[in-house]
């Protein structure tokens, strides 16, 4: 895992992207956490995670927590 600063980070999509333009995050390694933003608007910005709230999220999400 390369952890580097938003400007050099190696952006990513869920696997379950199905790259037909959906509503679609990225993710990436940062220094200080997770970065996470809109992939459609890469340019806007991003929020930043700390590694212990981005894991406990993912947790959760894989547990169905957020399904509907």
């Given amino acids: 895992m390369q ?3 938003a400007s050099r980070a190696k ?4 696997t ?5 333009g959906g509503n ?6 940062l220094v ?3 970065g996470v933003r809109d992939s459609k608007a890469p ?3 991003h929020l930043t995670f700390t ?3 981005w894991m406990a999220f993912a947790t959760q999400v894989r547990a169905g ?3 509907r």
């Fill in 51 to 53: 590694r212990e709230a």
């Fill in 32 to 34: 200080v956490g997770v």
């Fill in 65 to 67: 927590r957020y399904n």
């Fill in 24 to 29: 679609c995050v990225e993710i990436a390694d």
């Fill in 16 to 20: 379950r992207s199905n790259g037909a």
């Fill in 11 to 14: 952006w990513r999509k869920s």
């Fill in 43 to 45: 340019d806007v910005g």
């Fill in 3 to 5: 952890i580097v600063g």
